[in-house]
Structures are given as C-alpha cells and as structure tokens.
C-alpha cells in the first residue's frame, strides 16, 4: 500500500567472492603439493522457457516473454516488487508521498550506474517516464502513465513526480515494465540493444533459441552470483522435460506438462517448487461482437465450463480456480468460483433466452501448453450447449499483431500474468472490448480512495466483472519450477513478470 512515509533504503553494495580450490597430499616419508588452481570457477545457469522474446524493447511490446529475461536483470526500476508483493527500493534509495497522495519525490541511488558508466540521474528518469507519453509504445504502459501529469528533476538525484489525481496502483506499476528507468543514449537501439542499469547485460541473442546474460562487470549494487545465464526456448515441453532430466538445463522456469513432474520426483537431482503466479489464464471474450454484447450469452458461456474438471484435465489439478480478475498473492482476491458456476442445463436456458441457440464462434489462441490444452476442453464444453466452435491455433507473436493488437477474434484463452491488472478492464480499446461504465467508478473510487479502503472497495469491483461475465477466468497459472538441487534462490510464487536472477546462486 502507499503511504505518506518515507521508505529506507537497502545497502546494495557488495563485492563478488573468487573461489580457489588447493589440494594437500600428506605422504608417509614425503611431502607432494598439487598445484593451486587460481582461476575462479564460472557460475553458469541454463533456463527452459517456453516464449521467446520478439524484441529487446520492454516498452515495444506486451509480451511477458520480454521482462522474464529482461526486468531487474537487464533492466530497473525506481522500486521492485519483491517475492511476497512488497515494494523495495531499487534506484531510489527511499521516497516520500505529499498528505494528498499526488506528488511523489524519489531519491535516487548515488552510486547507480548504467551498463555504459553513465550515472543514473534524475534526467534519466523524466527522459524515461515522458517518451511513454510522446513515442509509440505498448498501450498497456500508456494506460498506466496517463494518471502521471509532471515529471521533474529536482537535482541530479531527486525526482519528483505529480499524478493527476491519487492512485493506489501507480507505484505497483513502476516496479514493473512501465517503470524501466533507460540510458537516453541508447535509446535509438533498445529493439536489439539493451540499455540498462541491471546486474547483467545482453551478451548474445540466438533468435529462435535462445538469450544469453552475463554478469555487468561495471555493476553498482551487490554483484550477481551467476556469471553468465542462458533462456533456452522450447516449443516442445517434452523436449524441455528431456533437456533437464539429461542435465542440459539447471531450471525449468515453469513447468509445461503437469503431468509430467512426477519424473522429477527424486530429490536427490532436483527440487520441484510449487506457488501461485500473478497469470489469470482467460478464456476472452470479444465483448464488441454482437453476440457477446449479451450478458446472458456471456454467462451462458461461463456456466458451460467445469473449470474444475477442465482444471483437471488441462493442467493436471495444479492451479487455483479463481472466479475473477484476481489472484491468491492479490490483497483483495476472494473465490468467486460460485458465480456463474458449472450448469450446463442454465447456459442452455440463457442461450434460448437470449435467442442465441445457433451460435457459432472461433476460438483463436497462441500455440502455448495451457492454451491449446484449454481449447479443445472449452471447444467440447460449448458444443455441448449447442455453440459452435472453430479453434485456431496461432503462434505467439501473430496472436499478439492479430488478436490482442487487431482485436480479431471472438474468444481466446492467453494468461494475462502482469501483477494487478484490473485496468485493463476500464480501457474500452483494448481487446476485450468491455464497456462498463459502473465498473470503470467502481474501479476508480479503489485506485483513488483512501489507501485503507482499497481492499473492500477492489473487492466490490473484481465482483461486478464476475457477475458482468466480462471475461471467463479458467485459473490461475502455478508456479511450477524445476531445479537441479544444486541451485537455491528461486522464490516459491512469482509475484512479478520477471524470472529475477538477483536471488539465485550454486550451492
């Protein structure tokens, strides 16, 4: 929550061990030395994702794929949200709220450098903050900057930024892609060049296989205890399973095949971590369709599907059923599963109401495990309703041009992983195309109000998007990560869009 006091920062600075290995031998009668061996040892990381990033460019595109690799260890923020929701500091060492929760002034880290050794200054950050306002960027960012009215450099390590009015939610999205704080002077390449203040720095990019980090040898904080980390990218998840039982991987970032895991049981090879993550798998509704435009089509629709057994079947029982626009690590989540429930006889009666009986719609969604998994379940569950489905599978970046930026489509099943978004349902442009004007009050009388009403009043607005069946919330995505037991740091829920390599190290 925000509130008007000031936030201590974390000492940051730290230096890296070199690891030297001597062997003695004690012989009877003589003494033999082996040589020393001075070269530190390279701590190395090989992740199995599945998404490749189409870009270099945080701000370019709404794919989750890019702040996996890129958010807080390419690339920082003003604040981090840590593994539990918290916010820390990260570039600025503390900050300070006005009593009407509008102004905001952050105190820079001093010792904060870019990858290129240029200071991170307060103009820095006003340069960062401005082109989300005047370049074209993805329109996710844009939503979350519009509340911001000024931003200014005090001095070289102060900032001060004013909102337009209070928000609850602003500063949670700053610790994320919105907030990325650039080098101005390589803003002209970010598409295939990154420029940030983070703990490693893009070392080599094998599009179509994978992305590889190294540890920035400049670093200002407390130096990574990885020297160099590859994301390889797999479109197979069996081909990923294969890749980390033979030991070509350390990390699988997040498991494919539920069904699966049980081959990874032996806890003297690996550890199996099982959280919750901030990804809504959705099944979308295009509420700008005339069919859909009918609330009773929209429930019909949601009561047509047994997310428990669809659950079940899809992603082997792991997961959590959710009801709404919310997740178990959200403040204001509560199981709404009970509205518009499982009742196949109701969705009949609520198609025939709605004279919607011949319905007939296409389902397009991105070649990911859950998603085509999902498909074929919802596919079935409607044509037993009388609806009629056509599923199209498409990869991830046509699904990103033609249905999340086109808005072509009828239905689609993506999980919207950005922590908190319940935005994105008061923004009539974007591809779910929801338009309702007591939902956008309900929703801005929690971002504005008191900060210790935000809780409650959220609630009452997660609830009207349930009741409203603007979307069908199928579950929540688990975070299921393979390990070699050999590597600690990786935290049990991923709270945030970033797979953060900051924690992780070799025992």
Known sequence: ??????????????????????????????????PINTTPQAHTLAVGATLEPPTMNPSASPAASIPQVLLYNVYETLVKMNAEGKLTPLLAQAWDVSPDRTVYTFRLNPAARFASGTPVTAQAVVTSFNRIKTENVAPPLVEQMKVVKSTEAVDEHTVKVTLSRPSNLWLYDI????GIIYDP?????????????GPFVLQKWNKGQSVVLAASQGYWGTPPRLDEVTFRYFLDASAMNAAMLSGDLDVISNLQAPDAIDQFADTTRYTVIEGTTTGEVVLALNNARSALKDVRVRRAISMAIDKKALLDN????????IGSMAVPTDPWYEDLTSINAYDAAKAKEL???AKATNLSLKLRVPTTAYA???????????????????????????????????GNYDMSIVAHVEARDLRRFTDSSYYFHYDNPDYDKEFEAADEGPTDKLVPLMRTAVRTL??????????????????????????????????????IAHR
């Open 1 to 34: 929550m925000l509130s008007s006091t000031t936030v201590a920062a974390v000492p940051r600075r730290g230096w890296r061990w070199a690891a030297m290995f001597v062997t003695f031998a004690l012989l009877t009668g003589c003494v033999a030395q082996s």
């Open 314 to 321: 899809v992603w082997n029982g792991k997961g959590t059923l």
């Open 466 to 503: 349930a009741e409203d069946a603007a979307a069908v919330w199928l579950f929540d995505l688990p975070n299921l990560v393979i390990t070699k037991n050999t590597v600690t740091g990786v935290p049990e829920n991923a709270a945030t869009l970033s797979f953060d390599l900051t924690t």
């Open 351 to 353: 198609l025939a109401d």
């Open 372 to 406: 085509t998994k999902s498909a074929q379940f919802v596919e079935s569950a409607l044509r037993q309703v009388g609806v009629k489905v056509t599923v199209e599978e498409l990869d991830f970046n046509t699904w990103v041009e033609d249905v999340h930026n086109g």
């Open 175 to 178: 610790s994320s892609t919105a």
């Open 185 to 197: 002077s390589g803003l002209a390449t970010l598409d295939t060049v990154p420029a940030g203040s």
